[in-house]
């Protein structure tokens, strides 16, 4: 029920967040169900209004869980592992809920937070580090940032819903561009392909779109495009398999919806 955040291993394994039971889901490459854990609560394992999901090195799963405002990891056989807490006992509104995450080479895991509008960076040992777009400029500055991916040059890319847009930072927290501004409205999800090119998931129009990273628009399929099944509901987040398989958390139809992404020859 309410499928939202998505994620792949190296073997073709997808993690779902399943935000309406508050558990995660593993399906093996056939997209049978393996295993899961969760259910409500504030103890160890346990989830409260669970969104996005992240993994690191093929060894651990990152779940936000905004109601309990931390980040639940677990490893690859779903077995808790620990919490990041976003709390500060010295300045409580320090960080809001949890959204999107990135996890980097390094194990420094990057968290969208939707309320406070910027990236909270905590290192590989769950300790705070820094603010990403957490200053007073126009530029990068975040409105709602929601889901988050990094592609192959470390570059961080946020779905900034609020904005209308994509906003691309290096892995020094440096803004570098914006994307989509012209089509988006609510992006929510985003991933790449083995081209490198950026393929985002949008919340409030339903319509998939693929850019190059030059912000050009390559594709985009709704449902309204004549001759294609396209029927999504509120789609929330998307992840492409290794093999070239697209998977899409359709949240309002309570479904993951699998398409083949033909690449042109």
Known sequence: VQPKGLTSDNSGNLYVVDAGNNRLIRFDREFKPIRDIGGFGVGEGLLNSPDYIA???NLNIYVSDGGNQRVAIYDTRLNFVDNIDLLDAADPLKFGRPAGLVVDDYGEVYVADRDKAHIAVFNAYGGF???IADRE???GRLLTPTGMRS???RNIFVCDAGNHRVEIYNELGIHLADLGSQYLEEPS???FDRYGNIWVIDRKS???YCFSFFDILLFSVG???AGIDFSVAKPHDIRILPDDRLAISDT???RIIIYQIIFPE
């Open 129 to 131: 580090d820094r603010f």
């Open 189 to 191: 999800g985003i991933d």
């Open 137 to 139: 400029t126009s530029a």
């Open 252 to 254: 309002g139809n309570d």
């Open 206 to 208: 339903a319509v998939l």
């Open 223 to 225: 449902a309204a495009d």
């Open 151 to 153: 592609d192959r040059d």
């Open 55 to 57: 993994i690191d090195n």
